[in-house]
Nanobody, 124 residues
Framework: QVQLVESEGGLVQAGGSLSLSCAAS????????MGWFRQAPGMEREFVAA????????YYADSLKGRFTISRDNAKNTVYLQMNSLKPEDTAVYYC?????????????????WGQGTQVTVSS
């Protein structure tokens, strides 16, 4: 059983940056592909980014390419999400997730473990 705990999100002005982290425990972190998702009020949970076990491969939602960066440190059992040039429409609860699926999955049902989520609010 893998436990995932996201760092605290926060309130940031439009155009600003914010970095999230997600610490894993209870499993072999390097054996999981990792993903970030987000969910705005009244919306479905949507894919943000994914990273392979080794960290060599990444995949992003088309709309977020160039602004968001996913990375991981297997020595620290942690995955990160760097968010730049934030927009009010980036406001959501952000979740990290782990999957044993061998591809960079984009669908929530493909992920086995989830963090509790952290609120990110971008003001205009």
């Amino acid at each position: 059983q893998v436990q995932l705990v996201e760092s605290e999100g926060g309130l940031v002005q439009a155009g600003g940056s914010l970095s999230l982290s997600c610490a894993a425990s209870g499993g072999t972190f390097s054996s999981y592909n990792m993903g970030w998702f987000r969910q705005a009020p009244g919306m479905e949970r949507e894919f943000v980014a994914a990273i392979s076990r080794s960290g060599l491969f990444t995949y992003y939602a088309d709309s977020l390419k160039g602004r968001f960066t996913i990375s991981r440190d297997n020595a620290k059992n942690t995955v990160y999400l760097q968010m730049n040039s934030l927009k009010p429409e980036d406001t959501a609860v952000y979740y990290c997730a782990a999957t044993s699926v061998p591809t960079l999955a984009q669908r929530p049902p493909n992920y086995n473990y989830w963090g509790q989520g952290t609120q990110v609010t971008v003001s205009s």
